[in-house]
């Protein structure tokens, strides 16, 4: 399908840099100085090379859903996408489940989510910002188009999950140790919460609160490093900069039958 009127599209420069123009009929792109009408982008195949006014080159392309996210108008700050490919599988996301997530943010988990429970299924958010809930919307709107298996509930998800019998529940919020009570209520037996924070105080309270319920089992955190390499010529090492530290992620599986964790226990490892 070639690029239409409407789309978000990415320019890439020779250096990889990434500008993002929004595609409408009539309009000029400009960049230092130089031009291209947006009506020469639109109806090109993706990953067609056009050349600006001045003679610098570009390659345009329909972005990714990660490329999306990381240029995408931000509220709130989004989950990188090395750690929204790691939610996917350790929360188990299948097409046709219930998930429920806060906050919304900028709507990246929500996106990334969308993909993963499919047409069959659903995502429900909570957010308590209007700005943010607007602008995630809106970037959900612009990369999705209309999307007819999306709730926002605009409220604190602590104070209450509309929804019952969930199979997922998935946090990127400051404090999620107040939802617990809330995640072990609407889950399914058998259901994933997990919980994506920064710090690790964050995450000793949190596994503290998820033991003393009772109802979980299977808890475990970890954290991923995504270390990119550089390959021109000889030159084959990693990259002198990464991004070092994002978020630990903290799963755990809601239990039939309670267990009371021994903290003092050793788990053995795989
Ligand atoms: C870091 S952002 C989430 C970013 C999002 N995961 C993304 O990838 O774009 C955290 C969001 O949680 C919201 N929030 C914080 N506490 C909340 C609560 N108790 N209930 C609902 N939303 C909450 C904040 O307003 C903010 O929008």
Request: proline share 6%; charged share 20%.
């Amino acid at each position: 399908v070639t690029i239409r009127d409407g789309e978000r599209v990415h320019l890439v420069d020779r250096k990889g840099r990434v500008y993002p123009v929004t595609l409408r009929m009539g309009k000029t792109y400009q960049h230092s100085g130089q031009t291209i009408s947006h009506n020469a982008l639109i109806g090109l195949e993706d990953g067609s090379a056009v050349t600006l006014s001045g003679g610098n080159k570009f390659v345009v392309l329909r972005p990714t859903l990660a490329e999306y996210i990381m240029k995408m108008p931000r509220g709130a700050q989004v989950i990188y996408p090395k750690d929204l490919a790691t939610i996917l599988l350790w929360a188990d996301i299948y097409p046709g489940a219930t998930v429920i997530e806060a906050g919304i943010g900028s709507g990246a988990l929500t996106m990334t989510l969308l993909r993963g429970v499919g047409e069959a299924g659903r995502v429900v958010s909570y957010e308590i910002r209007d700005d943010f809930a607007e602008r995630a919307l809106e970037n959900i709107a612009l990369y999705l188009g209309k999307v007819s298996n999306h709730v926002l509930h605009r409220k604190d998800i602590a104070s209450g999950i509309e929804e019952n019998n969930v199979d997922r529940v998935v946090l990127d919020l400051p404090e999620p140790w107040r939802v617990v009570p809330e995640a072990v209520r609407a889950l399914r037996t058998g259901g994933i919460f997990l919980s994506y924070l920064p710090t690790v105080p964050q995450v000793a309270r949190l596994v503290e609160a998820l033991q003393g319920s009772g109802a979980f089992g299977m808890i475990e955190t970890f954290e991923t490093l995504q270390r990119p390499w550089n390959i021109e010529g000889r030159s084959v090492r990693p990259a002198l900069r990464m991004v070092a530290h994002t978020a630990f992620l903290t799963v755990a599986r809601k239990l039939a039958t309670p267990v009371l964790v021994d903290p003092d226990a050793t788990i053995e490892g795989p």
